[in-house]
């Protein structure tokens, strides 16, 4: 995982598995991110969004602890989705995913409030353990 360094969460310990809200335009993308959850067990997907304005819905009705968005969507960006999610939840962890390379990320990226981001070809279970150990919840 490359992009700005953040603080880890100091968030209560986590009983059960992680509640991952997935964000990507694409159902192709969404149904990869879906799989990696699934071989990962300690991460349950609990919702879809393929806009930034039905992750900010999700995001408020779901609570989950981590988020992993897309930022090229229709409407409201990944990134201001972002931004919006973590000044309302601050316990929430998003993880930016995109083909962008990380020299080639948007600047707003490194101040939207991400936790990080990870390019799509690089997710997979151990990426999401290490994004979870770095910026989740203590176990």
Sequence with gaps: MVGPAA???DNAAVSGPVHVLIVDDQ????RAARAVLAATPE??????AESGEQALELAD???????????????????EAS??????R?????????TYQADDLPAEAASCGAAGYVHKEDFGPAV???????????A
């Design 7 to 9: 603080p880890r969460r």
């Design 27 to 30: 159902a192709p993308f969404r």
């Design 43 to 48: 991460f349950e997907a609990v919702g879809e």
């Design 61 to 79: 009705e779901l609570a989950p602890a981590l988020v992993l968005m897309d930022i090229n969507m229709p409407g409201i960006s990944g990134i």
């Design 83 to 88: 931004r919006r999610i973590t000044d309302s």
């Design 90 to 98: 601050p316990d929430t962890v998003v993880v930016l995913l995109s």
């Design 128 to 138: 999401l353990r290490d994004i979870w150990d770095r910026h989740g919840r203590a």
